[in-house]
């Protein structure tokens, strides 16, 4: 083995042993070294050989940061050798170490650049086979592809597959490589990625229970979709797989309706927690989604109350948006409960704004809401809200105006507002 000296093995496995080696300046590598197994028959033995030398040659072809580098080869020995940097570890020790699953985002990041390192070999027409923690070796941190010795190039017309000793593979190894090998392509990879990506965030494999609601809600569909028994379900690129992370990992709010995420910003502001940060994210939100009936009807006329107020002060123009697109949500039918509840929220958003048309409408809308829903619940806050409004009489033709457009509320408000004290040109008109 030229220019190494052997000192400990620290692997074995199917194809071969793992040595911590030396060189002549006293640096020390890892060496794997083929080995043939007792009782192996010469055609066996042979294989096995063109197996380990096509991943020597593989990985030589191979020049990424995210896959091992071969230093150093000897493919005439009588044990086939290659060289590589001395590892820090594996994924697999990293996942010892994290009996529970891994922190989400240091999971993220090294399951990113696993995929970065498929992509690369993809695109080279390579395709692993045999993608699993402990192929997966750490370098300061960072993740490198080792052991290609069941790789296959796409076209190449190889089918033979054998897997590696041990249970290892067959917990990550795509049902269609134990079944017909000429059928797997690159989504096999994509199996064994979903099997590596649900073990580092849940810490046990997914088989043989398959437990995909363990992982985290947002990373479920790309585990469930990345390992399913039929390939033709499956991503149709590791490119559209890695995408799929990103989102979820990065731009959550892409996988969370409006509401929820309304929600979540609410809950702070609600307990007095809320920064500026969730002020302005609920703003762009409102306008965002100005169109989400249920956003504005079951989150923010419930909830926003006291977020909408400070809001009023805050960011105006936002409030203003809000109100008018809660106004064209608020033109429909609902229970009286909810009217009730609906017809409070606008007179308390009334009165945290000095805004004339925010005002105006929010007038119009209570009193709509009482006529149309024959509600007298919403009738009162109407006629207690107009004669707050009146003490400014910038208010008094804003409200008859408001009944004369509505000219079946006059009946409905008569009896109940001819007892306060008026201003005439309201007076007059609901006597009109």
Known sequence: MLGYNLIAVMKTGGQGEVWRARDGSGKEFAVKVMTVAHGMSKDQSDRERKRFIREIDTQQTLHHPGIVEVLG?????????????LADGSLRDLLLMNPGGMDEKHCIAIFTAILDAVVYAHRQKVIHRDLKPENVLMYAGSPRLADFGLVRRLHSGSSTITLASGLGSTKYAAPEQLDDAHIVDQRADFYSLGCILYEMLCGHPLYPYRRVQEALPRYRHIVHKATELDQAKRYASVLEMARAVKIASENIDRLRSPSSRAESLLTPINDGAGTAHDFEALSQLLIEHSDDSHL?????????????????????????????????????????DYTDKLGTFLCAMFRATDDIE?????????????????????????????TEAMIDETYAPIVADVIRNLPDSKEFLRGEMKIASLPAIVAEELAA
Do not use: C
């Open 358 to 386: 925010v005002r105006s409408a929010a007038l119009r809308r209570v009193l709509t809401l009482a006529l149309s829903h024959n509600r007298y619940r919403v009738r009162t806050l109407f006629i207690e809200l107009a």
């Open 73 to 85: 080869s000897g493919v005439k020995d009588a044990n086939p050798w290659y060289s590589m940097e």
């Open 296 to 336: 504005y009807l079951q989150m923010l006329a419930i909830n926003g109350t006291f977020a909408m107020r400070r809001l009023a002060s805050s960011n105006p123009s936002a409030f203003n948006f809000a109100m008018k697109s809660l106004d064209t949500h608020a033109n429909g039918q609902f229970d009286w």
